[in-house]
């Protein structure tokens, strides 16, 4: 019966994924089927941990993130956790030998949200680096599948493509980040006087990381190719959707893709699959 258990609690983590993200839940159908609850595992996890540091406002969040660290690492060790979220998350950790310092990273950069509003060069890469660069490592060493010398072939390609991803959410979430949290995620900005220039150099930063991924997803293994090219257009497609908003503006719209639109770039990146053989 603790295959019931195992599922339903995969089943979860499914759900979870498909409530609050519409392009990642794209991105995972595309990827071959023995993939798909390893992955929601993964976001469900990582989901979880963000609405503590940015939803629960009426709660003590420190409370909170000090539980559910503490009941991750007690899942990991035992293989068990009645909170379906972390069973199927310490189920993957095990399966996949997902390193405990990938885990340690990411919920230091959850902790950093609690208390860090402002950030260094040094701060920035180091939240950067836990909240979403080792979400991509995690992810490869579920598509590497044990291969150690596909896994450190791709392993920088992944954190860019990860800080890409975040980089662009920044932009995208500025107003709820900045306007109803108090954060500044990126160092040395003003945003009482964000300018275009400045825009620009994070902008250039940004697709620097995007270029310095697509080689990274070309070569991964066939399985993970199409859902992982499908979220880098999806994202290059909201940055430069972003990049046409001006600076005087950006705090004031959060840019996003409709759901046709993302439905049309999922049938787009499969034709180009398909005919390619890519």
């Known amino acids: 019966m603790i295959e019931l258990f195992n599922r339903s609690a995969l089943e979860c983590s499914k759900l979870i994924t498909e409530r609050y993200s519409t392009s990642f839940t794209l991105g995972i159908k595309t990827l071959?089927?023995?993939?798909?609850?390893?992955?929601y595992a993964v976001y469900g996890f990582v989901r979880y941990a963000d609405e503590i540091v940015d939803t629960f406002y009426d709660h003590d969040q420190k409370y909170l993130l000090d539980k559910f660290k503490k009941d991750t690492y007690e899942a990991i060790e035992t293989g068990i956790s009645l909170n379906p979220i972390l069973h199927s998350f310490q189920g993957v950790v095990k399966t996949y030998s997902i390193d405990r310092k990938l885990i340690d990273a990411f919920l230091k950069s959850m902790e950093m949200d609690l208390y860090c509003n402002e950030y260094t060069d040094n701060s920035y890469q180091e939240y950067i680096y836990g909240s979403a660069e080792v979400v991509g490592l995690m992810c490869l060493r579920v598509f590497c599948e044990?291969?150690?010398?596909?896994?450190?072939?791709?392993?920088?390609?992944?954190?860019?493509?990860?800080?890409?991803?975040?980089?662009?959410?920044?932009?995208?979430?500025?107003?709820?980040d900045y306007v109803d949290r108090g954060r500044i995620y990126f160092?040395?900005?003003?945003?009482?006087?964000?300018?275009?220039?400045?825009?620009?150099?994070?902008?250039?930063?940004?697709q620097r990381d995007f270029d310095e991924a697509y080689a990274g997803i070309l070569n991964l293994p066939r399985?993970?190719?199409?859902?992982?090219?499908?979220?880098?257009?999806?994202?290059?497609?909201?940055?430069?959707?972003?990049?046409?908003v001006p600076a005087s503006r950006i705090q004031e719209e959060r840019v996003r893709v409709p759901d046709v639109k993302k439905i049309a770039l999922l049938a787009q990146t499969y034709m180009r699959f398909r005919w390619s053989g890519m």
């Open 32 to 39: 071959d089927r023995k993939f798909h609850f390893p992955i």
């Open 223 to 244: 399985g993970a190719r199409m859902g992982v090219h499908l979220a880098y257009t999806y994202y290059q497609t909201l940055f430069n959707k972003i990049k046409q």
């Open 187 to 206: 160092p040395g900005v003003d945003f009482n006087d964000f300018t275009k220039d400045a825009k620009r150099l994070i902008e250039a930063d940004i």
């Open 146 to 176: 044990g291969d150690s010398a596909m896994f450190d072939r791709l392993k920088e390609p992944a954190r860019k493509l990860g800080a890409a991803f975040q980089k662009v959410n920044f932009l995208r979430d500025l107003k709820s």
